[in-house]
């Protein structure tokens, strides 16, 4: 079955970046709908990131300039830049993808029917 395996959280200090990166296996990025989503302890998951089947993306408003979502088709991999973090930021980061192509993306998660199991991100001020 499709595998999503997140890697690169931890702590940082505010103002500084991390690199999350999602492997996909028996599964291809290239052409695919795949996004990043986070969860806060006691609060909702929400969407981050999402990069669609024409490598289209949209952002959160909270994020938009610092972070960055791309997929390196030849490493089957999805990746998430994040710059000038900051402490609303911490949070477990989930990777999604979609079994079907998707042009025109948005933040919910009603697309996606594969995820990762997570990788936490601190960030301390």
């Known amino acids: 079955q499709v595998q999503l395996v997140e890697s690169g959280g931890g702590s940082v200090q505010a103002g500084g970046s991390l690199r999350l990166s999602c492997a996909a296996s028996?599964?291809?990025?290239?052409?695919?709908?795949m996004g990043w989503f986070r969860q806060a302890p006691g609060k909702l998951r929400e969407g981050v990131a999402t990069?669609?089947?024409?490598?289209?993306?949209v952002y959160a408003v909270s994020v938009k300039s610092r972070f960055t979502i791309s997929k390196d088709n030849a490493e089957n991999t999805l990746y998430l830049q994040m710059n000038s973090l900051n402490a609303e930021d911490t949070a477990m980061y989930y990777c999604?993808?979609?079994?079907?192509?998707?042009?025109?993306?948005?933040?919910?998660?009603?697309?996606?029917?594969?995820w990762g199991q997570g990788t936490q991100v601190t960030v301390s001020s």
């Open positions: 999604a993808a979609s079994s079907r192509r998707r042009f025109g993306s948005d933040l919910g998660a009603s697309s996606f029917n594969y």
């Open positions: 028996r599964y291809t990025t290239k052409n695919s709908y």
């Open positions: 990069i669609d089947s024409a490598d289209n993306t």
